[in-house]
């Protein structure tokens, strides 16, 4: 597909060079449904990154923006910081039966802000107050954030440069998997914590994703999650999962951890939680760890009420009953039987694919390979990103509402983009 020249003189002389996304997709979108985008030329995309996992069920999806529509139509609280409001009792009462009490978890419900990252320094700042101890224990690869605290904790070199100053109290340890399986589980993990000379401080947490996303779709076995529980159980450390990206059920289950049959102490929600798109994040923890004193983690933009809305529409439209968690986990089938097909024609080229749900990566032996793909896929049509600490990764989040009709044209098209650059 032939795409025009980007009216970009605007973006490119006031808008800072930080930005990212668009260098890979040179056009500009004017409206979007569903699985589709389109640009102000009359270009059409189909979205297979979903705002990178915040539009699980689609842009503009009709049922929820029906529901933001009439909120505001009755000038419902747009803006009321941490106070109590219809929206906000919706969301959690909808929450709670929904999410909550059918999974047996009591856990409290934080409203920090809006952010994923935001999210995160309030689940390392609560484990820090609770245990009393600095240390915290991330993986290789792993991705929670772009502020001090959440990069401490990320792996990838460049976004750690970022910070421009030292990332302390975080320490890495291989990811399920890591060392290719030469190495039992967590090995070297617990010969530090059982040597006084090791030079670990004892830590108050252990920080996971049960998918990094970020880190190049790597999936850790359920196995490998629940002895990680039982070593934090051991050693008194509190387990945070963040599921900023892998959780409402861009996994199958809501949570991404379920699978494992795992309570994690703290769990971290972002991206889709709000179902809309709108900034919304949570921070879920155990009701003995609500030691926070009022105002102790605030922010101006937690209580961003119209993401309730649309948060409480999504809960109810989609997690009433199992049907999307098992919806998810066919239409992933159908991604995992296309995926195979591409490496079967690529072997020869190093290919392999990894995830689970609706998640999933792509990779090749040449490691440039996977921009490549993505830049010519978004010529004919199609938006898919990399990830992975190279860009090695293709990378394909497409919204759990696309249909298989939708799955498979998108499909088509990457491996098109496969053939023609591969």
């Known amino acids: 597909m032939a795409t025009t020249p980007v009216a970009t003189s605007v973006f490119e002389t006031l808008e800072s060079e930080v930005r990212s996304y668009c260098r ?15 640009d102000e030329d009359g270009h059409a995309y189909l979205d297979f990154f979903a705002g990178a996992g915040s539009l699980n069920y689609g842009h503009n999806n009709p049922v929820l923006k029906r529901a933001l ?18 929206a906000k009792r919706e969301f959690l009462e909808t929450f709670q039966r929904t999410i909550l009490a059918p999974r047996g978890l009591d ?6 802000g809006p952010t994923g990252t935001n999210a995160v320094e309030a689940a390392l700042k609560l484990a820090r ?92 076995r359920a196995e490998w999650l629940r002895a990680l529980a039982e ?3 051991r050693w008194d450390m509190l387990l945070i999962v963040d599921d900023v990206q892998m959780g409402c059920g861009r996994t199958g289950a809501f949570f991404s951890f379920e699978e494992a049959g795992i309570v994690p102490d703290v769990v971290v929600l972002s991206k889709s939680i709000s179902g809309y798109g709108l900034p919304m994040a949570l921070t879920l923890f155990r009701p003995e760890l609500d030691v926070w004193e009022p105002g102790e983690h605030n922010g101006t933009f937690r209580g961003n009420n119209p993401a309730f809305v649309t948060a ?7 997690w009433a009953d199992g049907g999307t968690e098992e919806q998810t986990l066919a239409r992933g089938r ?14 020869r080229r190093g290919a392999e694919y990894r995830g689970r749900g609706l998640a999933w990566g792509l990779t090749f032996t040449d490691r440039g390979h996977a921009a490549r793909i993505c830049s010519r896929a978004f010529e004919l049509g199609l938006l898919v990103e990399t990830s992975g600490p190279e860009s090695e990764v293709v990378k394909l989040l497409p919204p759990l509402t696309a249909t298989p009709e939708e799955l498979d044209e998108g499909l088509r098209v990457l491996a098109r983009a496969v053939d023609e650059t591969v």
């Open 231 to 233: 070593l934090c159980r």
């Open 107 to 112: 856990h409290k419900v934080m409203f920090p």
């Open 24 to 38: 890979g997709w040179p056009t500009v979108f004017e409206s979007a449904r569903g699985c589709h985008l389109h």
């Open 69 to 86: 529509l009439d909120y505001l139509e009755r000038d419902g609280v747009t803006h009321g910081l941490d106070t109590h409001t219809v």
């Open 312 to 318: 409480t529409a999504a809960l109810e439209t989609y």
């Open 334 to 347: 159908q991604v995992e039987e296309a995926l195979r097909e591409i490496v079967a024609e690529h072997r």
């Open 129 to 220: 107050k609770v245990k009393g101890r600095e240390a915290i224990v991330s993986f290789t690869n792993a991705f929670h954030g772009m502020s001090l605290g959440s990069l401490a904790v990320t792996g990838n070199a460049f976004k750690r440069a970022g910070a421009g100053v030292p990332l302390v109290h975080g320490t890495p340890m291989p990811f399920d998997n890591y060392l290719d399986g030469k190495v039992e589980d967590f090995l070297w993990f617990e010969r530090l914590l059982r040597d006084p000379g090791s030079g670990l401080n004892r830590p108050a947490a252990v920080i996971v994703e049960t998918v990094q996303g970020e880190g190049g779709i790597n999936v850790a």
